[in-house]
Nanobody, 128 residues
């Protein structure tokens, strides 16, 4: 099971840090992905991490602005979001899938690969 937190309302250019806390498994044994879904759009992969080997990947539009990281002792994965834009507005989800960093190689494929543990999401709204 994974639970997201940290969403909210922020102005353009602001920052938020999302948390994904896992229970029942160790995050460093899994690939953990962050996804988002805006109204009327399909869910998309945003960032991915396999904290066991430190591998990370990002959707092109968030590279340089978002950072995914993990605190294995807290069994939690974070998504630090800086320089937020209105187009980042969405419900953000995290999901876990057992496997290695190959699951994270292509963020476009993540919604089709991650099928196991999904959270309920946290709303991120960026106002201009």
């Amino acid at each position: 099971q994974v639970v997201e937190s940290g969403g909210g309302l922020v102005q353009t250019g602001g920052s938020l840090r999302l948390s994904c806390t896992a229970s029942g498994f160790r995050v460093d044994d899994y690939a953990i992905g962050w996804f988002r879904q805006a109204p009327g759009k399909e869910r998309e992969g945003v960032a991915c991490i396999t904290s066991g080997d430190g591998y990370t990947s990002y959707k092109d539009s968030v590279k340089g602005r978002f950072t995914i990281s993990a605190d294995n002792a807290k069994n939690t994965v974070f998504l630090q979001m800086n320089s937020l834009k209105s187009e980042d507005t969405a419900v953000y989800y995290c999901a876990a899938e057992w496997g290695d960093n190959q699951l994270c190689t292509y963020t476009d494929l993540m919604p089709y690969i991650f099928k196991s543990s999904w959270g309920r999401g946290t709303q991120v709204t960026v106002s201009s």
